[in-house]
């Protein structure tokens, strides 16, 4: 089955830095890859998706780059706000399968 | 309106005894599941759930027993409780299997002492 390794597991910007998060996949025929945001004591909620038939998506301060060859996603997020602060979790999948998580980066965002 | 609500939000309980959690979601989604997320934060899969029927089911031990009802309905039933199945179990549902959006209930953090 599919297996998602993310890095880091904690990660800590000053405010108005930039924060990357990355992902690794195992399933080459994966080929949906969503990032779900969780504030602490809430559910996880989704922030930004992208499908292998696209390289990058940007929605506002966040944006998402696939790479199918490596077999790799990555989250960037541009100009972070304290309230940014969260775990956040990467995910694959392949159509009408299962959605496997990552292991979540801790995002700590210093004002 | 909740979009995907649970009950009970927490659960505390001893060890041998048996737990239900209940979900329902108000979205019109065919699909539903429930994720287990430990101590650590990981969130794994347990069962998914589309038109009333068992699609996914993970390494669960049998004591875990999901039940749809209908559509809308997800419960879980949990027999013998240990001490490792203190966690948050989040239920979910998404417009179909995959790809798509989940979306999560709250959570309902059991405590099993």
């Known amino acids: 089955g599919e297996n998602v390794e993310q890095h880091p597991s904690t990660l800590s910007v000053q405010e108005g830095d930039s924060a990357v998060i990355k992902c690794t996949y195992s399933d080459s025929a994966s080929n949906y890859f969503p990032w779900y945001k969780q504030e602490l004591g809430k559910r996880p909620q989704l922030i930004i998706d992208?499908?292998?038939?696209?390289g990058e998506k940007k929605d506002q301060r966040i944006a998402v780059t696939l790479n199918k060859t490596a077999k790799h996603f990555s989250l960037h997020i541009t100009e972070t706000q304290p309230e940014d602060s969260a775990v956040y979790f990467c995910?694959?999948?392949?159509?009408?399968?299962?959605?496997?998580f990552g292991t979540g980066t801790r995002l700590a965002v210093r004002p | 309106d909740t979009a995907v609500s649970q009950t009970p939000k927490y659960l505390v309980t001893q060890m041998g005894n048996d737990k239900s959690i209940k979900c329902e979601q108000n979205?019109?989604?065919?699909?539903m599941y429930w994720y287990k997320q430990d101590s650590k934060k990981f969130l794994k899969i347990m069962f998914s759930y589309n038109n009333k029927e068992l699609i996914i089911n993970e390494t669960v031990p049998n004591r875990f027993s999901p039940k749809s009802p209908d559509k809308a309905h997800l419960n879980l039933h949990i027999n013998s409780l240990e001490l490792g199945d203190s966690a948050v179990y989040f239920c979910a549902s998404s417009q179909t299997l995959p790809p798509g959006e989940l979306f999560f209930g709250e959570g309902s953090r059991l405590t099993v002492l």
């Open positions: 995910a694959a999948s392949t159509s009408g399968d299962k959605l496997t």
């Open positions: 979205l019109g989604h065919d699909t």
């Open positions: 992208i499908r292998s038939n696209v």
